[in-house]
Structures are given as C-alpha cells and as structure tokens.
C-alpha cells in the first residue's frame, strides 16, 4: 500500500465515477457498495445529477499538475463543509472522514478526493493519475504500482493493445 486506505479507496472512488456514467440509481447503489462508502444516500434523480455533474470537476482535478491539483483541492475545500476527524466503523480501523455522514453524497466524494488529493500533491504523487494510453480511450488510469506500470484503464483496452501489436508483428512477418 502506497498511500493510507481510506486516500486509496477516495481515489478509486472518484477514478470509477470519472469514469462511468451513471444512468440509474441502481448504478450508484452498485458504486456505493462496491468503494464502501458510508452515511446518507437519498436514492433519488437529483443525487444521480449531482454525481453526474460532479464527474468533470473530479476529471480536471484528477488530470491536473502538481500546483493546479492545489489549487483546486483548496478552492473545493474552501466550498465544503469539510471538518475532518478520526473514525472507526465495522471492519476498518481508525481513518479519516472528512465531512458529516449526513451531507449530500455528492459534497462527500468532493471532499474526500479532495483530501485524497491533498496526499497525492504532498507527495508529489500525482502522476499516478493519468489517462488510459489506448487510443480509442478517454478514462483515467490510477496507478497504485510500486514501479508504476499501470497504462490502461481496463484489461479490455490492455487486450485490444496486446492484440494489435500481436497483429502488427504478425504481418511484418
């Protein structure tokens, strides 16, 4: 583990909502459970459109430089209720949250990739975000690697690269 749990699960977090589209509640339920989030879910359309909405703010903090990545890490905590403090629940041990249980899903992956973030930008870490190297793809690569060596987003856009250059060597022959 390079980073504290609870910076790795944010990222991972936010990497998945970036990345995916969510069109049903049943969409987010899924996210929800599957990063281990906590506290309020109002299970209804304007949450949908709030994460919806919130994905091209992560997207631009999450493929920013070292100082930009600053910059917007302040400007979103300034905007959030954030106060961070210490909790332990179920099975993990003591982590950060670091905004009420009860806000808004969507002030509460703003906050926490924030805080996140601010890990990255300390430790100079930032690169580990980046965009998937497959042509035909947009998506954010987060590289948690000890050598990182991470390129793509998926193995779907690994295998389509692994078989195209299988192919091209094939051809040349």
Known sequence: MLFAYDTECSLRAAVTLVN???TTTADVDTWYAHHGY?????????????LNALRPVLRTLLTSDRDHAATLVNDLLAHAPASPRLVRHGDLDWHVHAIADDAPLAARVTVETAMAMIDLVRADEVARLSLCTDDTCDNLVLDL???RSRRFCSTACANRNAVAAYRARAKDR
């Open 145 to 147: 690697t000890r050598n």
């Open 20 to 22: 995916t589209a969510f």
């Open 38 to 50: 906590t506290g309020r879910r109002d299970r209804d359309a304007a949450e949908l459109a709030a």
